[in-house]
Structures are given as C-alpha cells and as structure tokens.
C-alpha cells in the first residue's frame, strides 16, 4: 500500500536534547511538507521541500532543520532552540503542482520532559 | 483578518440531519481549494477538492464562491460517524508552489 509513514507515534524530548521525527514515503511524490499543530490552532508550516537536495523554510521554521537526501524521506530535527516544541507534528507530500492536494502521515506527538 | 476563516463550532446535529459550514478565504489569488476530515487526535484526510461549479461526493457537496471568497460544504442524512472537525484549505495563490493554508476547523458532533 502507497503512503506516508510518520515514526515514531510518541516522542519525548529533554532539555537541550535534539530530537528527529522520521517522514517516508512511497508515493512517488516530489514535495514534501511539514506542519505544526497546536491546540486550537491550524497546521502551520515548518519547512517544505519541492526536489531531492532542496528545502525552503515554511512560515514557523526557527528551531528546526531537515534534509532531503532522498525522494523518500524528509526527516525533521527539533533543536534545542525550539523554545515551545510540545505539539502534533505532521509530515505531507504531494505532486508538485498548484492544485493537487496533500496527503498526510499519521502524525508524531512531541512532549517534553 | 486570517487567510482562512471558519466558525469552530461545535455543531451539534441528531442523525440524519442536513449541516453546512462555511468559510472564508483572504486571498482573491488562491486557485486550489479543499475540504479535509480530521478525527481526534489523528491526521488530516482529504474529504474532497473543491472545484469551480461545485462537486459532489455522495452525502457531500462543495461549493465555491470566488466573488465573494468563500467555500461551503453540505452534508445531507449525517451519521454518527460523520463526527470529526473539518477543515478548510486554500492554495495560497502562488500557482508553482503548492502552500496550504488551514483554517482552524469546524467541529461537527452527530447524535443519535
């Protein structure tokens, strides 16, 4: 079965410790997306990517990074500097053109300690 | 004023009613426009695209109104199952970059 594969489900982070949140995908998709939810809030955008080697940052981008060394996958790190990480993270992908919607992994949950 | 706007409800409607929500959108540019579930605590699915003569999917019907830049959707004979937020996504008017921007979400509660 074709789809996106969020790991892990649960993820708890320390002070001062860096956290990766896994994102694959066999959708053949080129874009790859992002987003942050938070309680009562609408999913913003962390960081999207449109080719292998390529990324731009989404509205909420501080505190994070990713890489995109393959089609596949596009992994996220929570840094140290992300002040307010507690939140549902989301992982997209789509065909890169204006009117194809996104399709969404089931999301990792990030607390901290 | 936010991108996009929709009331979060809760609506509370018994079985087999008929709901609409509505929502609207900031940017006159925005091309792409969709209707996304989402249950508690899990990921957004795509309900349906919504197009410019409006579409139908079963029980659900999306309309678009660009002239006054909003987006409905109609559930007819809801279910129990029918339970969820739903949320309203707009392209945010760049057609080489496929930014969705979400509203907050409607939450719809059907009882028996």
């Known amino acids: 079965d074709g789809g996106i594969t969020q790991s892990p489900k649960y993820l708890f982070r320390k002070e001062g410790q860096n956290v990766t949140l896994s994102c694959e995908q066999n959708?053949?998709?080129?874009?790859m997306y992002w987003y942050r939810q938070d309680p009562g809030q609408g999913l913003r955008l962390i960081y999207y990517s449109q080719i292998v080697n390529d990324f731009q940052k989404g509205d909420i981008a501080e505190g994070y990074s990713v890489s995109r060394e393959k089609k596949e996958s596009f992994p996220l790190t929570v840094t140290s500097a992300q002040k307010n990480p507690t939140a549902f993270y989301l992982c997209?992908?789509?065909?890169?053109?204006?009117?194809?919607?996104?399709?969404f992994g089931d999301g990792t949950r990030l607390s901290i300690l | 004023r936010k991108e996009v706007e929709q009331d979060p409800g809760p609506f509370n409607v018994p079985e087999g009613a008929t709901v609409a929500f509505n929502c609207t959108y900031s940017?006159?540019?925005?091309?792409?426009f969709f209707w996304y579930r989402q249950d508690c605590r899990k990921e957004p699915k795509l309900l349906m695209s919504v197009y410019s003569s409006g579409n139908e999917d079963g029980r659900f019907t999306a309309q678009l109104n660009r002239a006054s830049q909003y987006i409905s959707l109609l559930i007819r004979d809801s279910k129990l199952s029918d339970s969820a937020t739903y949320l309203c996504?707009?392209?945010?008017?760049?057609?080489?970059?496929?930014?969705?921007?979400f509203g907050t979400g409607t939450r719809l509660l059907v009882s028996p």
């Open positions: 996504v707009v392209n945010g008017g760049d057609t080489g970059f496929q930014k969705l921007v």
């Open positions: 959708l053949n998709h080129d874009a």
């Open positions: 940017n006159s540019a925005s091309q792409s």
């Open positions: 997209a992908s789509s065909i890169w053109q204006g009117d194809q919607p996104q399709h």
